[in-house]
């Protein structure tokens, strides 16, 4: 008898230990990618230094990673972990000026466990996020609609004051380290700050911000004597303290652009990359990667005009025929032409998606197949006419998980197709991510980014025909892309004066000189982006090319990936050829 209880007692332990290990939480793939990111920072403890502008970045989904020379200290930086750091400042600058400061902060604390403290994120764009995007945001985004919003919305006032000391303390920080801003950015954003501090406070744009929305707020929320309390308070802090600060910031920026006043200050060697040292002679190296950034505009210029020249149907459906004039003008198309259609275009791309996914049975699957880097699906009829077999790869997921992604399949799809960063995209689904979708590295080429959204959404959700608004977003991407190439290797290594590569955004980009100013600011203050990048992703590419000419019909893009280890071991450098 005790023979069998013994047994018994132990196939119910064995029972319980089993049904434990099968309860027991796993780390999900966002979990999975916070210690990824942890490990990298802990690994690159300087890393922070090198994003100090997050709109400099790279953001190509394919190519997520910065080249370094071989033997260097630092070796390849992933712009996965970079990416993911400018997705916190981003979506965060937006959630304080929607919301509130506490509201941000958390965001940041749930997304991202890094260990950062919010003001270390936020000093990562000291200059441009912190001096002028705050005050802009929150006179422009942040909903007011109840008192609790209101009082959110002073609260962000009486914090700016404080933020802006932090921004000055961290810039002088990398300036003592032979990283200071170029003197021009220093003097227009004393410029404009000065130009706040200088308006009577009932003039001060975040007042008058105020005062309009507690006019629109419905009367039941909020009566005439509690608002004029409110705008007493914003008045007071107004002048008490962000003015005074302001003020105060604008003259030491003008301090310390007196301080560095050469047009070179923030590309010195330390800020440039040493990628002619692995190339070989500076010379030849200088007019090859010119001659090549030039081909690369030109090619996505033809491009763009073919594409318009066969726009798809969808597209011709537009309302607005203004739109569509200056789309079809060649002389007129430039980045702002863009923005009116293209959001209207991203809802219809979303409902297009849903009907495709409605009209199939529910249980249905969808094959998915790689072609020349896009994943185009073959259901309910639809096989696009470019299909390429000899690159035939399979991947079945069920049709619900689509309609409705998991936190893990995104990140399956980027390790089966190897989209190295691709599982960042997965913040696309998160409501709360939405300035992500239509953040990028310019402020210049803010409608080509919004392009290139729709790509993007199309990409992830496998829909992805042949002239389709999303294939207009993908050129407009890669023209922008290009044309900071062709400007940097021009303005650094060509001899370029500033009026000249503004010329240059102005003439082949159709940039109009606001743009052009910003997009030259840019490269100004985080020189070599576009280079590096341009250079790893050559290397990347010839290797890949290799290897399918070796491999033939045996080629697979994910064993090829993981052999490069892109995807699982940021801190391994890749090999050479």
């Known amino acids: 008898m005790k023979h069998w209880l013994g047994w018994a007692g132990g196939l119910a332990l064995l029972l319980v230990a089993g049904g434990s290990w099968w309860l027991w939480p796993r780390p999900t793939a966002r979990e999975q990618l916070d210690t990824a990111l942890a490990t990298f920072l802990a690994a690159e403890p300087d890393a922070l230094t090198y994003l100090r502008l997050p709109e400099a970045i790279d953001l190509n989904p394919r190519f997520h990673f910065e080249w370094s020379p071989p033997g260097g200290v630092r070796g390849p930086r992933l712009l996965t972990a970079a990416n993911a750091l400018a997705a916190v400042d981003t979506t965060a600058l937006d959630l304080a000026g929607r919301q509130d400061w506490q509201q941000a902060q958390a965001w940041v604390g749930r997304q991202y ?219 007129t198309l430039g980045p702002e032409a863009l923005t009116e259609g293209l959001r209207g275009a991203l809802r219809r791309a979303r409902q297009q998606v849903a009907g495709l996914f409605d009209s199939l049975p529910a249980q249905q699957s969808l094959r998915i197949r790689w072609l020349d880097g896009d994943m185009v699906p073959q259901a309910a009829g639809y096989v696009p006419a470019a299909w390429d077999g000899k690159r035939e790869a399979q991947l079945l997921l069920p049709l619900d998980s689509l309609r409705r992604p998991r936190s893990w399949e995104l990140p399956l799809l980027a390790y089966q197709w190897g989209y190295p960063g691709t599982h960042l995209r997965a913040q696309w689904r998160d409501p709360q991510a939405t300035a992500w979708r239509y953040w990028g590295q310019a402020p210049g080429a803010e409608a080509a980014w919004q392009a290139y959204a729709l790509h993007l959404v199309a990409e992830d959700l496998m829909l992805f025909p042949p002239g389709s608004e999303a294939r207009l977003g993908y050129i407009c991407y890669r023209l922008q892309e290009a044309l900071l190439l062709a400007a940097e290797t021009g303005y650094y290594t060509q001899g370029w004066t500033l009026a000249e590569t503004e010329a240059y955004f102005m003439q082949e980009g159709g940039y109009p000189p606001p743009e052009a100013a910003r997009s030259v600011d840019r490269l100004l203050a985080q020189p070599g982006v576009a280079v590096a990048s341009f250079a790893g992703r050559r290397q990347y590419l010839r290797a890949r090319a290799a290897a399918e000419t070796a491999a033939r019909d045996m080629f697979y893009l994910q064993p090829f990936n993981t052999e490069l280890l892109i995807l699982q071991q940021p801190s391994v450098p890749l090999r050479h050829d």
């Open 113 to 331: 466990q890094l260990g950062l403290r919010h003001e270390e994120v936020f000093a990562l764009n000291p200059f441009s996020g912190l001096h002028l995007s705050q005050p802009k945001l929150l006179i422009t985004a942040h909903v007011v609609k109840t008192r609790d919003d209101v009082e959110a919305y002073l609260r962000r006032l009486e914090a700016l004051p404080e933020e802006l000391r932090q921004g000055r303390a961290t810039t002088a920080q990398q300036a003592e380290a032979e990283l200071p801003p170029p003197a021009r950015l220093c003097r227009r954003s004393a410029g404009q700050l000065r130009a706040w501090s200088a308006l009577p406070v009932q003039a001060q744009p975040l007042y008058q911000g105020l005062a309009r929305r507690l006019v629109a707020m419905d009367a039941t929320e909020i009566n005439d004597y509690q608002a004029t309390d409110y705008l007493i308070r914003a008045a007071d802090l107004l002048e008490q303290q962000l003015i005074p600060a302001w003020a105060e910031t604008a003259h030491w920026l003008d301090s310390l652009a007196d301080a560095h006043p050469t047009p070179n200050a923030g590309r010195s060697v330390k800020a440039y990359p040493d990628w002619v040292s692995y190339f070989g002679d500076e010379e030849l190296v200088v007019d090859s990667l010119h001659r090549e950034a030039l081909t690369e505009v030109s090619t996505w210029q033809a491009a763009l005009a073919a594409w318009q020249q066969e726009a798809s149907a969808s597209w011709r459906e537009l309302s607005s025929e203004a739109l569509r004039a200056r789309l079809h003008a060649p002389d």
